[in-house]
């Protein structure tokens, strides 16, 4: 028998339990922040991106009347056909463009969901995906998830906030695959017009690149009708993944339902990786929503309405306690410049919800670039929002002092 050295059968160092890119992953900065927040009383909070309607009753009625009816089983992959028909149609009518709803549709479990497919389905390791920021936490995660690489384009309030064309080719490489879109965006309620669009197309085909189109706020827009979709532009549905749900406009936050529209081959794998890690979405969601696009319009509109009204509120209100807001265009966040406080955006934050029980984001949860600026959510009622920007006047001044 061979002498076997005592260290050579020491044990191997220990294998890192965690994978190393999910170990490396930043804890989203919104909830770390909410934890604060959830331990505090009397809390006025324009935090948290979530309307502050309950689901129309429509909605809730179809929900008890599905589950009452016992329909409790999966559904198909994809999601119930009648649903699929309803999404197609609502989608043709409001954005002008065409899905056949039995292989252009998928049915998800929120927006969440079809965004991790999507990008999981057509990022291979090293691929490119450029964004604009500041922008919804989960984009560069998602990305890097997917063994991609976020790539950031700065947008800046004196363009309001809109993705500047030229920027974007800027940031193009041999490695880019997608271009990631949300407007009206999350963190600045940004929207860009007909001609950026157009251009961001022409960009989009010149570099033969996949476009992403987040539009969960896409019926949130204040000063004109529904944005139209990228994917209506000539050449631009068989690039384009329309991603969409219930959660904003339709205050179905809590039901975690939305859809992807999209060329035959990307739903295509998209459904795969679902059917695998997801299966479908939970039924009573389903019908719930199939309710929605038939029977709860008016009240979507009637919320529109109402955060039309806070919003224009809110952003005089941010003015005149001297922090300068640009009037966004959509969604339901303002996003104010607080440089001349001389503060971070963090420490506006942190002492903000110390001293006057307000809850805001500071900027930077949403990029390096949201840096000089907080985030105020006005999905919350007028009286919550005349009182906690009172306080943040005050705050200010006290600031001056
Ligand atoms: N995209 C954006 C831009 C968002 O703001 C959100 C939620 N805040 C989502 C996607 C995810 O929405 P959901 O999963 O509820 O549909």
């Not at 979507?300 to 039309?308: L, N």
Request: hydrophobic share 40%; proline share 6%.
């Amino acid at each position: 028998m061979k002498n076997i050295k005592k260290d050579s059968i020491s044990p191997p160092d220990p294998r890192p339990r965690l994978a190393e890119h999910i170990a490396k992953l930043p804890k989203s900065g919104i909830r770390d922040f909410f934890e604060l927040v959830n331990q505090m009383d009397d809390v006025i909070s324009l935090g948290v991106g979530e309307p502050d309607f309950v689901t129309p009753w429509t909605i809730r009625e179809n929900a008890i009347y599905s589950l009452d009816s016992g329909r409790t089983s999966y559904t198909s992959n994809l999601g119930l056909l009648s649903l699929r028909k309803a999404v197609c149609s609502y989608v043709a009518e409001n954005y002008d463009v065409q899905y056949n709803p039995v292989n252009e549709c998928i049915i998800t479990v929120g927006v969440s969901e079809a965004l991790d497919l999507v990008i999981r389905a057509i990022t291979d390791p090293g691929d490119e995906i450029i964004y604009h920021e500041p922008c919804y936490v989960s984009y560069a995660p998602e990305i890097k998830m997917a063994l991609g690489v976020p790539v950031p384009v700065d947008t800046c309030e004196k363009n309001g906030f809109a993705l500047d064309p030229a920027d974007l080719e800027k940031a193009i490489t041999p490695k880019t695959k997608a271009i990631l879109l949300n407007f009206p965006c999350n963190p600045t309620g940004a929207v860009i017009d007909m001609e950026q669009m157009k251009a961001i197309a022409q960009t989009a085909i010149k570099h033969d690149l996949i476009v992403l189109a987040d539009l969960i706020y896409s019926e949130l827009i204040y000063d004109s009708n529904i944005l139209p979709a990228i994917s209506s532009l000539p050449g631009m549905k068989e690039r384009t993944v329309f991603l969409h749900g219930f959660s904003k406009a339709f205050a179905m936050t809590g039901f975690r339902i939305g859809y992807a529209c999209g060329p035959r081959d990307i739903i295509d794998a998209m459904m795969k990786i679902h059917q695998y890690s997801m299966l479908c979405a939970p039924i009573t969601a389903q019908e719930a929503a199939e309710e929605a696009l038939k029977n709860a319009l008016c009240d979507r509109d009637v919320m529109c309405r109402e955060y039309r009204a806070r919003r224009n509120v809110i952003v005089k209100r941010f003015n005149d306690a001297g922090l300068p807001c640009v009037m966004p265009h959509g969604a339901f966040y303002v996003f104010p410049n607080i440089t001349s406080t001389g503060l971070s955006s963090m420490e506006f934050a942190t002492q903000l919800i110390h001293k006057k029980k307000v809850a805001v984001v500071p900027g930077t949860a949403f990029g390096a670039c949201g840096e000089g600026y907080i985030r105020a959510c006005y999905a919350t009622s007028m009286e919550g929002i005349n009182e906690a920007t009172a306080r943040i006047r005050e705050f200010v001044e006290e600031l001056k002092k």
